[in-house]
């Protein structure tokens, strides 16, 4: 039974920051390439970044040089490093595991196979 457990939201201040995490199932953690999505209140599902196996990184433009996407292999452990932290940035977050023959060019939901149930970021 696979499994994606989110943790690390919460209400921040404009500027603030906040790291989320993501424990993953072990049996996916070293064969899947992973992310985070977000989807705030009027919009659908956003890729925000995503790390391969061998730790290479794509980012959401508007999240460039503030988010940071990295991974503890020993605890199978994702995270998400938020700072500078916008009311745009207002969303649930969502962590995802997927695995494909070729690594996807864009960040996309089709693309995934597992999701966790969401962590709720607020800025204000």
């Known amino acids: 039974h696979v499994q994606l457990v989110e943790s690390g939201g919460g209400s921040v201040q404009a500027g603030g920051s906040l790291r989320l995490s993501c424990v993953v199932s072990?049996?996916?953690?070293?064969?899947?390439?992973m992310g985070w999505f977000r989807r705030g209140p009027r919009q659908g599902r956003e890729g925000v970044a995503r790390?391969?196996?061998?730790?290479?990184?794509k980012y959401l433009d508007s999240v460039k040089g503030r988010f940071t996407i990295s991974k503890d292999n020993t605890k199978n452990t994702l995270f998400l490093q938020m700072n500078s932290l916008e009311p745009e940035d207002t969303a649930m977050y969502y962590c995802?595991?997927?695995?494909?023959?070729?690594?996807?060019?864009?960040?996309?939901?089709?693309?995934?196979?597992?999701w966790g149930q969401g962590t709720q970021v607020t800025v204000s």
């Open positions: 995802a595991a997927g695995r494909r023959s070729y690594l996807p060019r864009e960040l996309l939901p089709r693309d995934f196979d597992y």
């Open positions: 790390i391969d196996r061998y730790g290479n990184t």
């Open positions: 072990a049996s996916i953690y070293s064969t899947y390439y």
